[in-house]
Structures are given as structure tokens and as C-alpha cells.
């Protein structure tokens, strides 16, 4: 066994040694995190007006932009996102709004890759957009 006395950095590498029966038979490690996602949020979305202000905070580009400009603009996509944003609301659910980045903590990354999976509990995804 190797002691390490002085100082010890934070190595960006870790190692392992693993036994196994059937080197054929090796199947995928599942990793497990807790994630906050409230802590990435940039939005908290309950009424339509909140909606509404979020739509045109994201896709307008000044004071004169209103949704049906958007929409025109931007086509059906966001119009359709708009609905189901809309019916979540009605259904009384609040709307995290948010984004992961690549140079964040472990968590933050693996999501930025990833994405929200998609049978979080809890969490109707709405849109997720993950990958580089």
C-alpha cells in the first residue's frame, strides 16, 4: 500500500480494479446522482402572465415583440411549447426554467451531456435539450 505524505492534488483520473466471472458478461455500471435542479433554474413560472413574460424575455429581442410576433417568427415550435407550457400551468404545476453547463460541477456536466432523464420522478418534461 502507498502512504502519501505532503500535499495531495485533485486529480482529474481515478482507478479501479474490479473481478469478475465472465469478462463477456461485464454489463453497464448505473450511476445514481441527487440532483437539485431548482439551482439551475433561471425561471419560476406559475401564472400565464409569468409565462407569457418568459416567452418574450426568450425569444424577443425588444420592447415592441409581443407572442403572436414570436410565434410568427419563430414558427410552431414555440407555439406548441407555449401550450404545453401553458396546459402544465393550468394543471397547476410551477415551471422550472433553466440550463446546464459543460463547466460546472460533476453534476451540472453529466446533465448538460445528458439531459433530465426522462423518468425523473416528479418532473413532466416539457423540453430538454442535452448534448454539445
Known amino acids: 500500500m502507498k502512504i502519501r505524505n505532503g500535499f495531495v492534488s485533485n486529480s482529474s483520473s481515478s482507478s479501479f480494479i474490479v473481478a469478475v466471472d465472465d ?3 461485464v454489463e453497464k455500471v448505473t450511476i445514481t446522482i441527487d440532483v437539485d435542479i431548482t ?3 433561471d425561471y419560476f413560472i406559475s401564472t400565464k402572465e409569468d409565462l407569457d413574460n418568459f416567452i418574450i424575455d426568450k425569444y424577443g429581442f425588444g420592447d415592441i415583440d409581443t407572442l403572436e410576433k414570436i410565434f410568427v417568427d ?3 415550435f414555440e407555439h406548441e411549447e407555449y401550450e404545453k407550457l401553458l396546459d402544465a400551468i393550468k394543471r397547476g404545476k410551477t415551471i422550472i426554467a433553466g440550463s ?3 463547466e460546472g460541477q460533476q453534476d451540472e456536466y453529466h446533465l448538460a451531456l445528458n439531459g433530465i432523464p426522462k423518468d425523473a420522478e416528479g418532473i413532466e418534461i416539457i423540453y430538454n435539450e442535452p448534448g454539445f
Open 23 to 25: 469478462i463477456n458478461s
Open 39 to 41: 439551482k439551475y433554474a
Open 74 to 76: 419563430y414558427g410552431d
Open 100 to 102: 446546464f453547463t459543460n
